[in-house]
């Protein structure tokens, strides 16, 4: 929930900052470049969020198996 939360919220604030910097310059805002960058904000916060949030970390460690083959090369002492 946290992370959509944060990404709504980033690309709120970006298109807001987007639309004050287009009236400060008193050009027309160009709502398709507000959506790009509102989009591409708020991706780029769920990203930062799911990376470092413990939820996902610990999500993804849950779903991978590893095979017994795998376990069985690192026990012991390797020889040459």
């Known amino acids: 929930m946290m992370i ?3 990404s709504l919220a ?3 604030v970006c298109f807001i900052i987007y639309a ?3 009236r400060a310059k008193n050009e027309p805002i160009s709502w398709e470049n507000g959506a790009k960058l509102s989009l591409f ?3 780029l ?3 930062v969020v799911f ?9 993804v ?3 991978v198996e590893i095979p017994t083959a795998v376990q ?3 026990v012991g002492v390797p020889t040459f």
Do not use: Q
């Not at 990376?51 to 999500?59: C, H, M, N, Q």
């Open 72 to 74: 069985d090369m690192f």
């Open 10 to 12: 980033v690309a709120i």
């Open 20 to 22: 004050l910097d287009r």
């Open 51 to 59: 990376a470092t949030s413990a939820e996902g970390v610990s999500e």
């Open 4 to 6: 959509v939360l944060a």
């Open 45 to 47: 916060t769920s990203a």
């Open 41 to 43: 904000g708020g991706l």
């Open 61 to 63: 460690i849950s779903k």
